[in-house]
């Protein structure tokens, strides 16, 4: 696994993006903006499973007046994505936003980006350049590939806040194509210091969507590419916070709650594993200290195949040795299998 580019911090509210902090997980509310009441909801639910910082969507100026109320209800920095309107940046800044999203595809004159970064510079709030491969602004290298067209346009934004004077740029360069996403992020990450928030773009509903994001934003961290990742999916965003961390733990990158080890079940196994591993994990979804645990599905192969798990089960025929770091504690009977294995997960 490659070190982690090196990239300029820059703080989005509490939140530090980039540098050596932690790799963010972030999410987007898909709740009417407009809807104060709805939109905090959504943001405590969020919260609640380690949700870092959340963007909304600002598709008029209500939404954007919203942002003010929206923020006293919650702790997590808001960021405002804005299409096509600048005068919407402008409001959300004055309603509090921590952050704004531009797409160089949607806000590309000059005089109204100048507008923007000079009310974020005032308030010290970063932008995100979001190129995205679907409305990428007209290049004028129409040659390049859409990867490069992508860098093209991000890197003309940039330039543009640059010569104004602000540096507090993230960028992102998001394709539903996980190899052009790869690509282009392989490529601007030679070329600017800014953090990079990394994601596959309209990646479909979680069993599709989590697999192609997992390819993109996982081959991207390995290389050392990324400081907040997002995984775009067509489901409640909770499932896209899971997701994220469930990347960043399979790459250690963070810790973040337990993680399960379950063995796929084969011929040898006398209960019904599969049910079994899906009651532990939703127990351990109350559980939000760091731990491995471990179901396993016979005691022939279980301790030993999940040695490095914390606390764990092997099962037999209607009993289970449950062990902790591979060595045997007890056995315990099939009706306590549940309790018993949650029990010493609270106690260790
Ligand atoms: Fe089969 Fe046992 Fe391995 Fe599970 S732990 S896959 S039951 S051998």
Known sequence: MNPRRRSKPIQIGRVTVGGDAPIVVQSMTKTDTRDIKSTIAQIKELEDCGGELVRVAVPDMKAA???????????????????????????????GADGLRLNPGNISEPEQVTKIVQAAKERKVPIRIGVNAGS????????????????????????????????LIKVSLKAFDVPTTIEAYQSIARKIAYPLHIGVTEAGPPRTGIIRSTVGIGTLLYQGIGDTIRVSLTAHPREEVIAGYEILKSLNLRQHGPVLVSCPSCGRAEVDIIKLAEAVEKELLKITKPIKVAVMGCVVNGPGEAKDADIGI???????????????????????????????????
């Open 65 to 95: 007046e919203a942002i003010s109320p929206i923020k006293q209800g919650v702790s997590t920095p808001i960021i405002a994505d804005i299409h096509f309107d600048y005068r919407l940046a402008l409001m959300a800044l004055v309603a």
């Open 136 to 167: 990428l602004p007209k290049s004028k290298k129409p040659k390049l590939s859409i990867a490069e067209q992508m860098v093209e346009a991000a890197l003309e934004q940039v330039r543009l806040l640059e010569s104004l004077d602000f540096d």
């Open 314 to 348: 092997a099962c037999g025929k209607g009993r289970a040795v449950l062990f902790k770091k591979g060595k045997k504690l007890r056995t315990i009977e099939e009706k306590d299998f549940i309790t018993a294995l949650m029990a010493e997960v609270e106690r260790f």
